[in-house]
């Protein structure tokens, strides 16, 4: 059985422990990952965000409530890359935070949720040089690229990472996202795509991998 409630809360007060004992529960009397993603961690994360932009809590609370939120996900992500289906034939998508930018909660969103949908996912990380997305793109023979940026200055350099992409990362999908980040850019810049949340992200990359 899943506490919906109680886990929401146990995020929203970044309280790690009571998330972990949430989790557990939920998956030990055979709750699906993605419900709890779905049911728990993701809306609690987002009422974190509203009450953060309405200026009702502090950065440190951000921090801890996302700290919570990992120690559910660290927890339900082996089942839900078992919810992604068979092993071998599954697209494989690099997804990082561009240079000069550290924010990685939400790219981590997506992370999961493409593996959830059925993806290999290579996670960069932050703080990703352009070289670095070219080799893994070569390397995994990927066939999108995500790429995410929270700061006005490092969307420049989402810009300049799609433009060596495309010089020689061959015929890779580029897919952009964070909060700053829209879809008048994405077409100003090129990219193949661009989601707003994490579960449109999972939609938008699975219409550019299906066959045409
Ligand atoms: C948490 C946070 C931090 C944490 C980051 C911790 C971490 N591990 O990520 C810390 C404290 C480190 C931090 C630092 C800074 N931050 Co900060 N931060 C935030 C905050 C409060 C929340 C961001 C977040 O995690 N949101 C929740 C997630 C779930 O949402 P999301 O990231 O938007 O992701 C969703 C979508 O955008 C999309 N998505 C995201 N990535 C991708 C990728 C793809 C491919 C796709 C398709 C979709 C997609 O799907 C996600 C899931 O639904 C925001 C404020 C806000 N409300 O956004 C400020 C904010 C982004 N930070 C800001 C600033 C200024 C900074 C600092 C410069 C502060 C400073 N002076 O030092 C530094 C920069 C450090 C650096 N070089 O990156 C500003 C940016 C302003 C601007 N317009 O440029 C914001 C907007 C705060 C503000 N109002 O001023 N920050």
Redesign the pocket.
Known sequence: MLDEEGLRQAVLKGDRDSVRTFVTAALDTGVDAVKILNAGL?PA??V??KR??AKQIY?SE??LS?RAMHAGLALIRPALARAGGGADTKPVVV?G?VK????????N??GMMLEAGGFTVVDLG??VSAQKFIQAVNEHGAQVV?????????MREMRQTLAELRRSAGTVKA???????TQEFADTIGAD?????????VA??KELVAPA
């Open positions: 993701l994360m987002d974190v965000g953060f932009g950065i951000v921090l996302a997804l935070t000069g930018d550290l924010h990685d909660i939400g790219k969103l997506v932050t703080n995500g790429l995410s940026a929270l700061l006005t200055t490092t897919v952009i996202g964070g909060a700053p980040v795509g661009y989601a707003p949340d994490a579960a449109s992200a938008r990359i």
